[in-house]
């Protein structure tokens, strides 16, 4: 088996809440948030490279309107 190299996504994003896109922007789904203070998450990874990736959250209550909460620049490490 060859091996793999770069990001892959694994079950994220029902069909019900619009799936995973993919575009030249990056990549983004919404999640059920059973827990927290809102119904929604929408996660958006942008940025990405090798060693790098953006990851914006935002959250809402019907789908329809967002707003951004978290922003995590995240770095792979080098040790």
Do not use: C
Not at 17 to 45: C, F, Q, W
Not at 53 to 77: C, H, N, P, Y
């Amino acid at each position: 088996m060859a091996k793999r190299s770069g990001w892959h996504l694994v079950d994220l994003g029902t069909e019900k809440l619009g799936g995973v896109k993919i575009d030249e922007k990056g990549i983004t789904y919404s999640m059920n948030e059973p827990v927290a203070s809102h119904a929604l998450t929408r996660a958006t990874y942008t940025n990405i490279s090798e060693n790098h990736f953006t990851w914006l959250g935002e959250r809402s209550e019907d789908g329809k309107t967002w707003e951004q909460f978290m922003v995590i620049e995240a770095d792979r490490s080098t040790t």
